[in-house]
């Protein structure tokens, strides 16, 4: 149904059309160009980049439609522990305007007969849009979503319309979602996608492990997965630009991020902790250290690209196309 890559790129300010709260501490917001243009394309699993303030971006996943080329549409959840992105974000108003940057996907929805869908409270964006593709298809597919309450949980108007297709579990009422039941059957025809927090990705992740295709569970995270530190710590290690005709070290205390824009090669960046895929560059040469939360496992294996903001090299000699 979709590839990672997007159609276009955009960075400019956008108008806030509306601004509303879904659910308890929800608030959803439509954006649109000021000048009426039509906006990027995108695909279910896409997000952008909401750029709030000097050093504060924040990702959120696109929760609109795709076929909408005059509106995107994001859900922001207040978070009490935030660090100042949500509280940015639930200050914006009708008629404010806001930098955004994207779309871009690396949580796309793979053509599958069949998908189980799994959200935890504000995960529920990104499969808005993949459950409307997927009911649209005619694929197999049930979503299971859960969160502290029904008051907290966003877009329930909207799910109604799928009927049964829909498994609504508020703790408050129901408990947590029971994943040994819903992941119990595993099926080669079928994708598992799951977003939400880290105590739902990694217990769905230990149940897949046991019994399902590698290749079946898609997740997207909010929060860099913890990694362990190598024992002998960090090492230095060369790092040539290949499009760039630079020949660079990267010490133990930087990032090759930092090393590169230190020497004055242009390369994006946002969340800096390997969760949003801005970074991603090709890798020609070299035995990638992957620490990000973006690629899969596969891709990981691949080698052909790394999140340089997070991810090292364990060989002496990292090659990249830029």
Same mark, same amino acid.
């Given at each position: ?218 997740? +997207?995270?909010? $929060?860099?997965? @913890? ?7 960090? !090492? *230095?290690?060369? %790092? /040539? #630009? ?56 596969? +891709?990981?294996? $691949?080698?052909? @690209? ?7 090299? !364990? *060989?002496?000699? %990292? /090659? #990249?196309?830029?």
């Amino acid at each position: 149904m979709t590839t990672k890559t997007t159609v276009r790129e955009h960075e400019g300010d956008m108008l806030v059309e509306s601004a509303v709260l879904g659910a308890d501490d929800v608030l959803v917001l439509t954006l649109v160009d000021p000048d009426g243009d039509s906006l990027p394309a995108w695909t279910p699993g896409a997000h952008v980049d909401l750029i709030l303030g000097p050093d504060l971006v924040r990702q959120y996943s696109l929760c609109g439609s795709p076929a909408d080329s005059r509106a995107i549409r994001v859900a922001v959840l207040k978070a009490p522990d935030s660090r100042g992105g949500s509280v940015a974000a639930h200050a914006l108003t009708e008629g404010a305007t806001v930098r955004v940057r994207g779309p871009r996907n690396h949580f796309p929805l793979v053509t599958a007969p069949r998908y189980v869908f799994l959200a935890g409270g504000i995960g529920i964006t990104p499969m808005l849009p993949m459950v409307a593709e997927a009911d649209a298809v005619g694929a197999d597919w049930h979503l299971f979503y859960g969160g502290r309450s029904l008051a907290s949980m966003a877009f329930l108007d909207e799910l109604s319309a799928y009927g049964d297709k829909v498994t609504l579990v508020p703790q408050d009422e129901a408990g947590m979602l029971d994943l040994a039941s819903i992941l119990g059957d595993p099926r080669p025809d079928t994708l598992v996608y799951c977003c939400g927090p880290e105590g739902l990705l990694g217990a769905v992740e230990e149940r897949c492990a046991v019994d399902w295709p590698a290749s079946a569970l898609h997740l +997207e995270r909010f $929060a860099a997965k @913890a990694t362990d530190a190598p024992a002998e710590g960090e !090492r *230095s290690f060369e %790092l /040539v #630009l290949a499009g760039s005709g630079l020949t660079l070290v990267v010490p133990p205390d930087r990032s090759v991020f930092d090393v590169i824009q230190d020497a004055g090669v242009s390369v994006l960046g946002s969340c800096h902790e390997g969760i949003c895929g801005t970074c991603e560059q090709i890798v020609l040469e070299g035995d990638v250290d992957h620490r990000d939360s973006v690629l899969s496992e596969s +891709e990981q294996a $691949a080698n052909d @690209a790394m999140m340089v903001c997070v991810s090292r090299c !364990r *060989s002496d000699r %990292l /090659v #990249l196309d830029l």
